[in-house]
């Protein structure tokens, strides 16, 4: 299918966590929300739109400890008004979506004045517009993510992104179905309380929806989930067996966890040792039993550094070890491979056809007997509708049987989104969501999400999108404090 892009804009709201979120060194307790959408017209001249949207989480595109959560902000701002003008200036050609964001990551990657912008920050605009484009796309053939994926709707070409991938085909890669449930691994973060009684009485929320982890594992049925590492060896050693006895009380699965040291350990070294003394305690040892893999250990400016990634197979002893922050472009994966790398997280904020190139390479390097390569299903606080949902058709895709979830937990169900939207959710994706005494929610049973709804004209999602509703990026501003 091949497309010509005429028009794209750029949408702004808000929304206000129901209690705080603290990821690395930094806790968040409100966010922006950026939609964007995009007009596109085939070959015959039919127009189709098509939206995607995210959260602008400050420190975690950029960590640098100059920069204002506000810098932050405008930084995701101006990547994605950069990718806008990237994408609305290809001309008049009509072109495959694969290449239509081919030029729009080289434009923006490429650019001298972009080069001074945290490449993930870069990307961010780039993988929002991508998202949109694939939206757009699926509306106008009528099929869904999935069948324009098998069909190769998109003109996705591996071996242009990857030598490597010659011959390998994604849609002989991908199941033959998406997945219709998928199981949340909830992430235990690094301010939330461990137990109700921990709580005191005059913080307790009282607003229908589950606080502690010990209520939050029996009111979800949980038993996956993505421990956050503080980075000091003494914090993390105290609470990671506080943490394994919570486990030992209730769940009442097959437990396992993923553990996330979000760029803090300077020195791998200091992990090995604190998986080692894990591993002298009794509640420790069915804590490492259970890890399936170790995400972003290192800052990701050292990541590849050979002296600092040494300790790699000492850590990997115990589990696997992935990149995330530190996969920042097409090629930061190969690079992480010859470090000794193991896996690659999938996050639709960093691109929908990089995880699609990543998994070819995974399935290449390790039919190759180079070891086993995986990807996981990261979360970076997706809502719904858009976020959320069209995250979960790419998870869907991959066929990966459970993906970090925490939007659900953090913030109010369903209540950032104009009534009508939350309303027609509601009604056209009545799997993914219910309606209780805290409005409307995620739906969440024996630990899983059921998915078959995505499976709709689109990227994910059938819901008529109020773009007026919300503020014009160009008009909004970043509130005082």
Not at 55 to 81: I, M, T
Not at 268 to 294: C, I, K, T
Not at 309 to 329: K, Q
Request: with cysteine; net charge negative.
């Amino acid at each position: 299918m091949r497309l010509r892009v005429w028009k794209a804009g750029l949408w702004m709201s808000q929304a206000t966590t129901r209690l705080p979120f603290r990821f690395g060194k930094t806790t968040m307790t409100w966010a922006p929300i950026l939609l964007a959408q995009v007009e596109v017209e085939d070959e015959q001249g039919t127009r189709s739109s098509g939206f995607a949207s995210d959260l602008l989480v400050p420190r975690w595109f950029d960590k640098n400890p100059s920069k204002s959560p506000r810098d932050n902000v405008g930084d995701l701002l101006e990547a994605a008004r950069r990718a806008v003008e990237a994408v609305t200036s290809l001309g008049s050609s009509t072109l495959p979506v694969f290449d239509l964001w081919r030029q729009t990551y080289q434009a923006c990657f490429e650019a001298p004045e972009a080069r001074g912008m945290e490449p993930l920050v870069r990307g961010f605009g780039v993988a929002l517009l991508e998202r949109a484009l694939i939206d757009a796309a699926c509306r106008g053939a009528g099929v869904s993510f999935f069948q324009a994926l098998k069909q190769n709707l998109f003109g996705f070409e591996a071996a242009a992104l990857h030598a490597e991938l010659a011959g390998w085909d994604l849609g002989q890669s991908l199941p033959a179905r998406a997945l219709a449930a998928v199981e949340v691994r909830h992430t235990v973060g690094l301010l939330d309380p461990l137990r109700t009684s921990d709580i005191p009485a005059e913080e307790r929320l009282n607003d229908g929806l589950p606080q502690a982890l010990d209520d939050i594992i029996r009111h979800y049925g949980l038993s996956c989930f993505k421990v956050k590492l503080s980075g000091s060896l003494e914090n993390d050693r105290e609470r990671l067996p506080a943490i394994a006895e919570v486990f030992e009380e209730t769940v009442r699965g097959n437990l396992r966890i993923t553990v996330d040291a979000n760029e803090q350990y300077d020195d791998l070294a200091d992990l090995v040792r604190l998986f080692e003394e894990l591993s002298r305690r009794p509640e420790g040892r069915r804590l490492l039993q259970a890890m399936l893999y170790v995400e972003q250990p290192l800052p990701r400016a050292v990541s590849f550094d050979p002296a600092r990634v040494e300790p790699l197979r000492r850590l990997s002893a115990f589990a696997p070890v992935m990149i995330d922050e530190a996969d920042s472009d097409i090629e930061a994966f190969k690079r992480g491979v010859s470090c000794g790398y193991r896996g690659v997280s999938i996050k639709n904020c960093k691109g929908v056809f990089r995880s699609f190139a990543n998994r070819g390479l995974c399935e290449v390097y390790s039919r190759e007997g180079r070891g086993g390569f995986f990807q996981s299903a990261e979360d970076l606080t997706n809502l719904p509708v858009i976020p959320l949902q069209q995250d979960l058709a790419t998870v869907a895709a991959h066929g990966l049987t459970h993906v970090e979830r925490n939007g659900h937990h953090y913030f109010r169900g369903l209540r950032h989104l104009p009534s009508e939207e939350a309303r027609e959710a509601l009604g056209a994706h009545p799997d993914l969501y219910e309606e209780t005494e805290a409005g409307i929610v995620l739906k969440i049973r024996d630990g899983k999400i059921e998915i078959n709804s995505l499976d709709t004209p689109g990227y994910g999602y059938n819901v008529a999108v109020l773009a007026e509703s919300r503020t014009p990026a160009q008009s909004w501003e970043f509130p005082n404090p």
